[in-house]
């Protein structure tokens, strides 16, 4: 009897050779052409001005968060929904609602400290409130 590890093993060994391989073909047949343009900051070959911090509103990375944490709570509420006559049958009603109203209550509770804390409030930039005014 052969161990089933060792199939899992083959298939890491090839998994981590193939990207190692190409890598280091690709490495080697790329052709070399060091120019000033290649070596600025941007290779697009324009003349950077400025400088290179910009500053971005944290504003669109807490709305990006939260738009994550409430897409991943309808993948799990909408399973739940489906089966959730059948199970109450098989385990009844407060070991299969017990569990999402927690849940829910979390969620209720996050939603409310980020609602208190402004991140779901938009604040309009200084060029937007005064076009607004023209």
């Given at each position: 009897?052969?161990?089933?590890?060792?199939?899992?093993?083959?298939?890491?060994?090839?998994?981590?050779?193939?990207?190692?391989?190409?890598?280091?073909?690709?490495?080697?047949?790329?052709?070399?052409?060091?120019e000033q343009g290649k070596r600025a900051?941007?290779?697009?070959?324009?003349?950077?001005t400025g400088s290179t911090r910009i500053?971005?509103?944290?504003?669109?990375?807490?709305?990006?968060?939260?738009?994550?944490?409430?897409?991943?709570?309808?993948?799990?509420?909408?399973?739940?929904?489906?089966?959730?006559?059948?199970?109450?049958?098989?385990?009844?009603?407060?070991?299969?609602?017990?569990?999402?109203?927690?849940?829910?209550?979390?969620?209720?509770?996050?939603?409310g400290w980020a609602w208190r804390n402004?991140?779901?409030?938009?604040?309009?930039?200084?060029?937007?409130?005064?076009?607004?005014?023209?």
């Amino acid at each position: 009897m052969s161990n089933p590890w060792i199939a899992v093993g083959a298939l890491a060994l090839v998994g981590i050779a193939i990207p190692l391989s190409m890598v280091a073909i690709s490495s080697l047949l790329r052709p070399s052409v060091p120019e000033q343009g290649k070596r600025a900051i941007y290779e697009s070959g324009e003349i950077p001005t400025g400088s290179t911090r910009i500053r971005f509103n944290i504003q669109y990375y807490l709305i990006a968060l939260l738009f994550v944490v409430f897409d991943i709570e309808t993948v799990l509420i909408f399973p739940w929904a489906l089966i959730y006559s059948d199970a109450v049958a098989e385990f009844g009603l407060t070991d299969v609602l017990g569990p999402m109203l927690v849940f829910l209550a979390i969620l209720i509770l996050g939603l409310g400290w980020a609602w208190r804390n402004g991140a779901v409030r938009w604040v309009k930039s200084e060029r937007a409130e005064i076009k607004s005014e023209l």
